[in-house]
């Protein structure tokens, strides 16, 4: 696992924009997991800049992380939409998503584990409040898979701001921990010291379903990009900042 502490929200987009933009170059068809929630925001940003000055990432496939049950695509509350707006459509990506308004969702969860079997090259994160990944909230099997799963009150009040004047939707599909694992390359992203409790219990606490983004620590393939203050509980933030001023320069994130 590489741990980069960087300035600001700013660089933590350009330094992701980075290896998004050499996953592209790297590959001709390439899988790019892509987060919601405003962490990736700016990175999403970033990358449609570069897609306007000209750099094609459209070789990439896009899958999605996750999806709320019962929003149909065009919801803006949806991360289909989401996703659509902010990434594909700047991109011209290709989407694979989950269907949360599918009639039988077992069934649209295996039809999606086939789907990501593909294999994901590089699947980008962001973490809850809780330490949750995708959807998988604490308790939380860290060898699940794709299915249903009810969010937490605490989820569902981080999440309001997405919903102005109606209720978070209760159930979700997301990606397990199992399957999130099996990406051949993970990006978190982190920012802010909301999410410096969370991130500490994850990158430095023990491996257990309390905390699901300690499943990270089994990933032989992490890259985590954390700002200062999302930093500032982490005991081996000075190793991480001396390890990356040391880094041999042929050494690719
Ligand atoms: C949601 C998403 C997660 C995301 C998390 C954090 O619950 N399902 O994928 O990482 O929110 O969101 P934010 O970046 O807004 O803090």
Redesign the pocket.
């Known amino acids: 696992m590489e741990v980069v502490i960087l300035p600001d929200p700013a660089e933590v987009a350009r330094v992701a924009a980075d290896v998004v933009s050499a996953l592209a170059q790297r590959t001709a068809r390439g899988t790019l997991g892509l ?7 700016p990175l999403y940003e970033e990358l449609a800049r570069r897609a306007r000055h000209g750099r094609d990432l459209s070789g990439l496939r896009a899958v999605a ?2 999806e709320y049950v019962g929003l149909p695509a065009d919801d803006p509350g949806s ?1 289909r939409h989401y996703l659509e707006q902010r990434v594909v459509r700047p991109l011209g990506l290709q989407l694979d998503a989950l269907d949360g308004c599918a009639g039988d969702l077992a069934q649209e969860c295996d039809r999606y584990e086939q789907v990501l079997a593909r294999g994901v090259d590089l699947q980008i ?5 809780d330490g ?4 998988n909230e604490p308790g939380s099997s860290l060898r699940s898979r794709t299915r249903v799963k009810t ?1 937490s009150t605490s ?1 569902r009040t ?2 309001a701001a997405w919903f102005t004047g109606r209720e978070v939707p209760l159930h ?1 599909l ?1 990606q397990g921990i199992g399957t999130i694992l099996d990406a051949r390359h993970l990006l978190l ?1 982190a ?2 010291a ?2 410096a409790r969370a991130l500490a219990a994850a990158l430095e606490g023990p491996v257990t379903t309390m905390s699901p983004g300690s499943a990270l620590q089994l990933h032989p393939h992490v890259t985590v990009l954390v700002d200062e203050p999302a930093s500032s509980r982490l005991s081996l933030a000075d190793q991480h900042r001396h390890a990356h001023s040391h880094k041999p320069s042929w050494q690719a994130l």
């Open positions: 987060a919601t929630g405003a962490t990736p925001l992380l996750d991360y994160l962001g973490i809850g409040l949750h990944l995708g959807f969010l989820t981080a999440n979700v997301t992203l920012t802010g909301a999410k």
